[in-house]
């Protein structure tokens, strides 16, 4: 049975649902990141009720440290340890073992790393990253890949992009469930010719669902859009296309317009934690004095708990305190701002609308001469 069902297109904006083993969620969607099995300041409750949720991330890489995927197993699988019954993602560590690029060594096989906790050693291959997204039980499981970096020469991108195919196919054999969903990811690097040729490798080996990966590491807001016009149409339009690591609310938008369906990024809750909070107006940043006496809430447009009951005065007060509660109802905010922004882009979709809500967007946000237009 075909996973994804398609509801309504717009353009090349797509709004349909993903069916799981834990339930089903609507597309355009937004995952919020429990990195460690938990979206930080946030309870499993919160997010479902709160914050409407209906999917979350979980990271390969960081639960292997710890706790291990087989005491998440003796606990009865990841839903069952972290509290969350809706669908969970699990990605295969390969962007984390990239980002520690000093802590590991590359080979045809797989990679070598020291965890940055005690400095032990540990092994990644395909099989060992399937292997343990299995264990921990995740609903959507990622092909295990290489983040290529970001600049890359040409050759760089393509050795990288080759690298993951093979590692792609490798991983579809790995599988051993029939309880999950596997994705492959599309690499290249910023060669829109080596996106072309690691998505027909990619779609060739066949998955469930398929991702762009290796963007927002560094490149430039029109050098990303770019890399998702040209990929994106070149995915199967009856499998869920996964935008991984992206990012802002302008990101989602554009993605959005061009075909993307899922994704994820720590933004909402990094940033939350932090002091910037997301309106439709663009961030703010609560620490300026300009909130001391502000009686208004974060944002006049959300009905979150965090605006509906809070001032901005107050939640500068608790940020330059260093009040716990603080990260939580800027969390609490930013991660409603994104679930409404996905639920109005869906709703826009299915009218037809998505260009206004476009031009709509981006007038709020100041980037109307940017991206404002539908191209």
Known sequence: MNPFQLDAVD?????????TAHGEFATPCFMPVGTRGTVKGMTPRQLAEDVGARVILANT????????????????????????????????????????????TLDEDGVTFRSPIDGSRHRLTPERAVAVQETLGADIIMAFDECTPYPATRDEARDSLLLTARWAARSRAARRRDDNLLFGIVQGGMYPELRRES????????????????????????????MIAVSAPLLPAARPRYLMGVGRPEDLVLAVTHGIDMFDCVMPTRNAR????????????????????????????????????????????????????AAVLGTLHNLCFYQRLMARMREHIIAGTLVDFRKHFFSGYGMADRFGSAG
């Open 61 to 104: 890489y960081h639960l292997l440290l710890r706790p291990g995927p087989e005491l998440v197993r003796e606990f009865g699988g990841l839903h069952r340890f972290v509290g969350w019954d809706g669908p969970i993602l699990t990605d295969s560590g390969g962007f984390q073992v990239f980002s520690l690029a000093a802590l590991r």
């Open 274 to 325: 932090n002091g910037m909070y997301f309106t439709a107006a663009g961030p703010l940043v609560i620490k300026q004095a300009r909130y001391r006496d502000d009686h208004r809430p974060i944002d006049a447009e959300c009905d979150c708990y965090a605006c509906r009951h809070f001032s901005r005065a107050y939640l500068r007060h608790l940020y330059t305190s260093s009040e716990i509660l």
């Open 11 to 19: 353009g090349a904006a797509r709004a349909g649902r993903v069916t």
């Open 199 to 226: 998505a027909e490798r990619t779609v060739a080996i066949g998955f469930d669902g398929y991702a762009l990966g290796g963007l927002s590491v560094g490149e430039d807001k029109e050098t990303m859009a770019e």
